[in-house]
C-alpha cells in the first residue's frame, strides 16, 4: 500500500514539474491556447492528462488541448502549425535526420519499458517462425524495439510476418482476437494481457521514449525557459 501511495505521489510530481519545467507562469492573464499531438494511449502520456486534470496548465496561463495523431504525421502536424508540440519519436527525429526544423526541448521520459507479449499457444521464441506481429507503424518505436527483443533471443525478425495495426490499445485487441501472434506493448497493456493468460517473452528497454519537439515559428520557447519570478 506504501509503494502505490509513493508511485502515485511520485507520478503527480513529475507532472508539476513537467508543467512547470515547460510552461512557467505567463506574464498576462490572457489564456494562450496550444495544442499537443500524442501518437497512442498509454502511460506515455499519462503526466500530459494530470497535468491538465490539475489544473497546472491552467495555472500557467495556458489552455492545453491534447489530441491523438498517428505517429507518422506528428512532425507533419508540428510544420503545418496544426499542433505546437508532437510526443512522436522515432518518425520525427527521422524527418529531423532528413532535414525537417524541429527541436528536441524536453525528455520526459528517459527509459521506457516494453514487453514483447504472445499468444498462449506460443511456447518458445522459435514458435513464432511465419507467425504475424502486430505493429504501430512502419518502422515506429515498437517495431524497432520488437526487433531487437528479438533478437536478444537468437531469433530472426525477418522470420516473422510485421503487420500494422495502430496504437497500443488496438495491438493488444489484435492479439486477442488471434489477429497477430506476438506485439511489443508498454504498460499498462502488458499486464491487462497476462491476466487474460497472456505470455510475456521477453522485455527491454529502450531510451529517450517520450519527447517534445516544436518548430521556432509557430511558438516562443524562450518565454517557457525562463524561471519563475517569486
Known sequence: MRTAQTQILSRLMFAAFLSAALFPRALDAQTEKIRIAYSSRSNTITPLYIAA?????????????????????????????????????VSTFRGIL????????????????????????????QDLKGKKLGVATVR?????????????????????????????????????????QAVSISPPYDLMLQQMGYKILAQGIIILLTNFLFRRSIIDITRFMEPKSK
Not at 495556458?62 to 519519436?89: C, H, K, W, Y
Not at 496504437?167 to 488471434?178: F, V
Open 140 to 180: 515506429g518505436t515498437d517495431q524497432l524495439v520488437a526487433e531487437e527483443l528479438l533478437r536478444s533471443k537468437g531469433f530472426n525478425p525477418a522470420l516473422v510476418q510485421q503487420l500494422v495495426i495502430g496504437e497500443t490499445p488496438l495491438r493488444a485487441q489484435a492479439l486477442a482476437s488471434g489477429a497477430v
Open 98 to 125: 532528413q532535414g525537417l526544423p524541429l527541436k528536441v526541448i524536453l525528455i520526459a521520459l528517459k527509459k521506457g519499458m516494453y514487453f514483447l507479449v504472445v499468444r498462449p499457444e506460443i511456447k518458445d521464441i
Open 53 to 89: 486534470d490539475k489544473g497546472f496548465f491552467r495555472e500557467e496561463g495556458l489552455e492545453v488541448e491534447l489530441i491523438q495523431v498517428s505517429p507518422r504525421l506528428g512532425a507533419l502536424a508540428v510544420m503545418n502549425g496544426d499542433v505546437s508540440f508532437t510526443t512522436s519519436f
